[in-house]
């Protein structure tokens, strides 16, 4: 039996070239486009406008419930398309609004298919406000109209809001 002794290598030092060395991207060797679906909400870019008001109200103030009614009607539509649950919407829905919105959601959810792994996967056509035209036309009720993307189509939704117990509700909503 004989024994064999590791056998030593010889290390070379590279000489420095002088160019300044690059650092390597964190994206080598991966794509440069992201194809993965999206699960953040939208980030919409929204232009309120407002129509003529038949009451004269306080700037501050009616810029409280511009920036409301843009946030509600985003909440509305992507409850309607299944991105969001309907009962987000509770606290500033009547009753009868509230029911025809969880319709819908169930119309929507039962014609997008069965859930897998009890999670069921975003809409590829996310809904995006784009833009709302309000009217103050009591001081207690604010009719809206919004224009709404869906990828490369749009819709039209309206909207009423009124003051209830201190706290705006929607009243009426349509879809168009």
Sequence with gaps: MTSQQPSRAEVIALRATGRPTVPVASVQG???LDLTPRTAPPRP?????RTNDLVVVATA???QVD???GRYLQAAVEVAAGDRPVSQVLRHTVPEVYDRLAERARAVAA????VHGGVRAPNPARPVVV???TALIRDD????SAHVRYGRRSRAVAARF???RDRWQCVALVWG
């Design 30 to 32: 991966s794509l440069a």
């Design 45 to 49: 870019r929204l232009r309120s406008a």
């Design 61 to 63: 103030t009616r810029a």
């Design 67 to 69: 920036a409301f009614v």
């Design 111 to 114: 014609v997008a298919g069965p």
């Design 131 to 133: 833009g709302v035209r």
């Design 141 to 144: 009720a604010v009719e809206a």
């Design 162 to 164: 009124e003051l209830v």
